[in-house]
C-alpha cells in the first residue's frame, strides 16, 4: 500500500511540475460560449468582408477569422499570409470535431466544442497549403472531414 501512495504522490507532484513547467502549450486560454446560430453569422459576416474571386477567404494580417466546422467540412477555406501571426476563432456547428494541423513550424491539435468559441493563434513562416484534418470522431464520414489553410508569400 506504502509503495501505491508513494506513486500517487510521485505522480501527482510530477504532474504539477510538468503544467507549471511547461504547460504553454497550444490549449487555448481564449474562449467564450456561443451559439451555432451566433457563431455561423459571425462567420457568414467575415466571409462576405473578405471572400476573394477565387473562392476563398482572404484575410487580412491583424484581422481575427473565423472558422466553422461542421460534418463534414471546415468553411471558409482562409488565405493567410506567410510571416503573420493571425488569430482564428472556431467553432462546432453540430457536433464535438478536431482541428489538427501539422506542417512547417506548426503542430497543433484541438477540440471544436459546440456552443463555445476558441481562439487558435497561429503563424505560418512557410508559404503552402496546410491539410487540416478532425481527429474526433463526429460520424460515419468523420475519416473523409477535412480542410485547409493556405498560406501565401
Ligand atoms: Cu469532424 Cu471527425
Known amino acids: 500500500m506504502w509503495l501505491v ?8 507532484a ?24 451566433a457563431f455561423q453569422q459571425q462567420v457568414d459576416e467575415f466571409t462576405q468582408k473578405y471572400l476573394g474571386d477565387d473562392g476563398k477567404v482572404h484575410v487580412p494580417p491583424g484581422e481575427d477569422a473565423y472558422l466553422m466546422a461542421q460534418r463534414y467540412g471546415f468553411t471558409p ?10 488569430t ?16 512547417d513550424n506548426l503542430n497543433l491539435n484541438l477540440e471544436i466544442v459546440p456552443e463555445h ?10 508559404a503552402g497549403t496546410y491539410l487540416v484534418i478532425c481527429n474526433e470522431y463526429c460520424g460515419l464520414q468523420h475519416h473523409l472531414m477535412r480542410g485547409h489553410i493556405i498560406v501565401e508569400e
Open 5 to 12: 501512495a508513494v506513486s500517487v504522490v510521485a505522480m501527482t
Open 77 to 86: 477555406e482562409l488565405v493567410l499570409e506567410a510571416g503573420n501571426e493571425y
Open 14 to 37: 510530477f504532474t504539477i511540475a510538468w503544467v507549471a513547467g511547461f504547460g504553454d502549450q497550444n490549449v487555448p486560454d481564449n474562449t467564450y460560449r456561443t451559439t451555432p446560430a
Open 88 to 103: 482564428i476563432w472556431m467553432s462546432s456547428r453540430d457536433v464535438l470535431h478536431g482541428f489538427s494541423l501539422i506542417g
Open 117 to 126: 468559441a476558441l481562439a487558435l493563434t497561429l503563424k505560418a513562416e512557410k
